[in-house]
T-cell receptor, first 113, second 115 residues
Framework: DQQVKQNSPSLSVQEGRISILNCDYT??????FLWYKKYPAEGPTFLISISSIKDKNEDGRFTVFLNKSAKHLSLHIVPSQPGDSAVYFCAARNNNAGNMLTFGGGTRLMVKP | DAMVIQNPRYQVTQFGKPVTLSCSQTLNHNVMYWYQQKSSQAPKLLFHYYDKDFNNEADTPDNFQSRRPNTSFCFLDIRSPGLGDAAMYLCATSRAPQGAGETQYFGPGTRLLVL
């Protein structure tokens, strides 16, 4: 049973436009959410996170929104740049159960010049 | 630069032949993790070490073992690799196992091919 799902395996966006990557979860015990970015032949790198006590966290071009009632979070990238082309993983954890991350399957973002 | 290093980046082994993947870190983190990631799937946690304490995930096959001889190094041993064990193996570290501010830092991964 997948507790964290990224239903879109890929997304294509024009440079300068907004990229919206979505993630849904089923475990209501998750209280911390993270986004990782992965380039080919590299390991995932941490991008941005949000605690369940917030509904928005912004860092430069990246904003993560959390809708707890819908068990849904999204990552917005604006404006999108070709260098943002990568696979984006959503991850969640229950802070009361250690630092164990449950990952989604990833969304491949392609930003076209 | 402080980092998580995995060697080799690509490993080819034969069906049933034991293989060891290595991970080292210069971050001086207390926790080290091993993940298995198959193509187009989410990384799956196999086990982790908090200092010397080993924590195995319930569904990790017995075929997979791990060693952490010191803070900097952690090894993944696959005793009898099967074709289904071909995957990317990711090592990660974190300062502590809990805490809202904690995140995990990943190495580049080792891609294992089983012939």
């Amino acid at each position: 049973d997948q507790q964290v799902k990224q239903n879109s395996p890929s997304l294509s966006v024009q440079e300068g436009r907004i990229s919206i990557l979505n993630c849904d979860y089923t475990n209501s015990m998750f209280d911390y959410f993270l986004w990782y970015k992965k380039y080919p032949a590299e390991g995932p790198t941490f991008l941005i996170s949000i605690s369940s006590i917030k509904d928005k966290n912004e860092d430069g071009r990246f904003t993560v929104f959390l809708n707890k009632s819908a068990k849904h979070l999204s990552l917005h990238i604006v404006p999108s740049q070709p260098g943002d082309s990568a696979v984006y993983f959503c991850a969640a954890r229950n802070n009361n159960a250690g630092n164990m991350l449950t990952f989604g399957g990833g969304t491949r973002l392609m930003v076209k010049p | 630069d402080a980092m998580v290093i995995q060697n080799p980046r690509y490993q080819v082994t034969q069906f049933g032949k034991p293989v060891t993947l290595s991970c080292s870190q210069t971050l001086n983190h207390n926790v080290m993790y091993w993940y298995q990631q198959k193509s187009s799937q989410a990384p799956k946690l196999l086990f982790h070490y908090y200092d010397k304490d080993f924590n195995n995930e319930a569904d990790t096959p017995d075929n997979f073992q791990s060693r952490r001889p010191n803070t900097s190094f952690c090894f993944l041993d696959i005793r009898s690799p099967g074709l289904g064990d071909a995957a990317m193996y990711l090592c990660a570290t974190s300062r502590a196992p809990q805490g809202a501010g904690e995140t995990q830092y990943f190495g580049p991964g080792t891609r294992l091919l089983v012939l």
